[in-house]
C-alpha cells in the first residue's frame, strides 16, 4: 500500500474521533527520500468544521505520518546500496540495435588473405554471445568505447598489414561491464575475447574469454570464471562445483597452464576451460557448446545471488575488480601486438582505458616487446617464472609469433571511423 493510500484509510477510521479534522487547512508533505510531494485534498465539510473539540493540532498529525512513512519507504542507507554502481561508463548515446551492428558487425568476410570457407573463425560465438545478452539481461545497453582523451577505439585497422580490430562494450542492471573484441586478421591471426565484470553489487568472479587461431593450425582456448578472491569461499556464491560437470563433458578442453608462465592461485579458478591444439573440429564440436553453458552459467549465477547490505562489500568488491584490471594490464602479453599494428600511444590507450579501464598507469609505460603467446614478458624486477595472464585483448599460445617491429615514424596505423 502506498503512503497517500494508507493516509487515507487512517483519516477515514480515525474520522470518528476528531483526526479527519485536522485537514481544515492545506498541508504539503515532502519526502526527503524520494524528493516527491503530496497536497492533502480539502473538503467542505473540512472546512467548515468549527467544532474545537474535534480539531487536532496539525503538527501531531505531520507526525503520525512521519511514522508512517518511517514504515513505508526504504532507509536512506539502503536506496544508496541500490543506487550504488561504481564503476559504470558512460552510456552510449546510440541505440542497442544500432550499436550491435556498428562497423559492420557481425562481419561476414575477413580483410586478411584466407583459404578458408569460413575465415572468421570466432563470429559464431560473437553473434551468439550479442544475441544471448539481448535476450537474457535486464536493461542492456551499449556504452561508449573511448578513452581517456576521448578517443574512439571502437575500430582500427592497418590496411598495409591487413589487420583489423573492433571493439563493443555494453552494460546491465547485472553486469557494469561487457567487452567484446574481435581481431581479424585472415587465416594469420583470430581473436575472439570478451569480458564480463559484474556490478560490484554482486560479490562474484569475472567471467574471461579468450579464443585464438594461428595460421589455422594452432588453437588457443580459455574460459574461465575469474576469481577475485584467493579462496573461493571469499566469494558470495561458491561456483566451482556448477563448473565441474560442464568441463567433465569436454576431455579436450582439460589442458593446464605451464607452471613456466602462470600462477594458477591468482585470477583462475579449478574449473577453467584451458587448451591448446591442432583439430579445428574441437572449436566447434567441443568449446562452443562449452562456452555456451559457461556464459548461461554465469549469467544465472549473478541473477540468483543476493546483492551486497553495505557499502563496505561494494567498495571492497570494487577495489578488487580494479586489482584485476591493474594486474591484467601490466602483463597484457597482446601489448606489443597492438602497438606493432596501430601505434604505441593507441596500444597504451586501448588497454588502459578500455580493455583495463580501472587500471592505474605505470609512469613506464607498458611492455610493447612483440608477445610470445605462452606467457608475457616478465614485469620489472620479476623472475622469469613469476607472474600469471588473465585472459585479456589476445593471449597466450605456446607459439611465439613473429612481429614485424615498425619504427615510430611509420608506426601510425591507418584508422577508419565508420
Not at 505520518?65 to 546510440?94: A, C, K, N, W
Not at 569480458?195 to 593450425?217: C, E, M, Q, T
Not at 574460459?223 to 569461499?233: I, M, R, W
Amino acid at each position: 500500500m502506498k503512503p497517500q493510500h494508507l493516509l487515507a484509510s487512517a483519516s477515514a477510521f480515525c474520522g470518528g474521533t476528531g483526526i479527519v479534522s485536522a485537514f481544515s487547512s492545506t498541508i504539503t508533505l515532502s519526502s526527503s527520500m524520494t524528493g516527491s510531494s503530496m497536497t492533502r485534498p480539502i473538503s467542505e465539510t473540512q472546512i467548515y468544521m468549527t467544532s474545537h473539540r474535534d480539531r487536532i493540532d496539525a503538527q501531531a498529525l505531520l507526525e503520525l505520518e512521519d511514522r508512517i512513512f518511517s514504515i513505508l519507504e526504504p532507509s536512506e542507507q539502503t536506496v544508496r546500496l541500490q543506487d550504488l554502481s561504481p564503476g559504470r561508463s558512460r552510456r552510449s548515446r546510440m541505440s542497442l540495435e544500432e550499436a550491435s551492428v556498428q562497423h559492420g558487425m557481425p562481419w561476414t568476410s575477413t580483410i586478411g588473405r584466407t583459404e578458408e570457407k569460413d575465415p572468421l573463425l570466432y563470429m559464431p560465438f560473437w553473434e551468439w554471445q550479442m544475441n544471448f545478452m539481448k535476450s537474457s539481461l535486464t536493461n542492456l545497453h551499449p556504452i561508449d568505447c573511448s578513452t581517456l582523451n576521448e578517443v574512439d577505439v571502437s575500430y582500427n585497422e592497418n590496411k598495409e598489414k591487413r589487420a583489423r580490430i573492433v571493439n563493443h562494450c555494453y552494460a546491465s542492471n547485472e553486469y557494469r561491464k561487457i567487452r567484446m573484441t574481435y581481431y581479424d586478421a585472415g587465416d594469420a591471426v583470430q581473436v575472439f575475447n570478451s569480458v564480463w565484470y559484474p556490478d560490484a553489487k554482486y560479490n562474484l568472479p569475472v567471467l574471461g574469454i579468450d579464443l585464438l587461431s594461428f595460421n589455422r593450425k594452432k588453437y588457443l582456448a580459455i574460459v574461465d570464471f575469474q576469481p577475485l578472491h584467493q579462496e573461493e569461499d571469499g566469494h558470495a556464491t561458491c561456483y566451482e562445483h556448477i563448473l565441474k560437470p560442464i568441463k567433465n563433458k569436454y576431455d579436450n578442453l582439460k589442458g593446464r597452464m605451464s607452471s613456466k608462465f602462470y600462477d594458477e592461485t591468482q585470477f583462475f579458478s579449478k574449473e577453467m576451460l584451458f587448451a591448446r591444439f591442432e583439430d579445428g573440429k574441437i572449436v566447434y564440436d567441443d568449446l562452443f557448446p562449452a562456452f555456451k553453458s559457461y556464459v548461461e552459467t554465469h549469467v544465472d549465477l549473478v541473477k540468483s545471488t543476493p546483492p551486497a547490505m553495505t557499502r563496505q562489500t561494494v567498495q571492497h568488491v570494487f577495489e578488487r575488480q580494479r586489482a584485476y584490471d591493474t594486474y591484467s594490464a601490466e602483463r597484457d602479453p597482446a601489448a606489443g601486438l597492438f602497438a606493432a599494428m596501430f601505434g604505441k600511444n593507441w596500444a597504451e590507450d586501448f588497454i588502459y582505458d578500455f580493455l583495463f579501464s580501472l587500471s592505474e598507469r605505470k609512469e613506464e609505460g607498458l611492455n610493447l616487446s612483440p608477445p610470445m603467446f605462452g606467457g608475457p614478458p616478465p614485469p620489472s624486477g620479476a623472475s622469469n617464472h613469476g607472474g600469471h595472464v588473465p585472459p585479456s585483448g589476445a593471449v597466450k599460445a605456446q607459439v611465439h609469433v613473429p612481429i614485424t617491429r615498425v619504427e615510430p615514424k611509420h608506426a601510425k596505423a591507418i584508422i577508419t571511423r565508420k
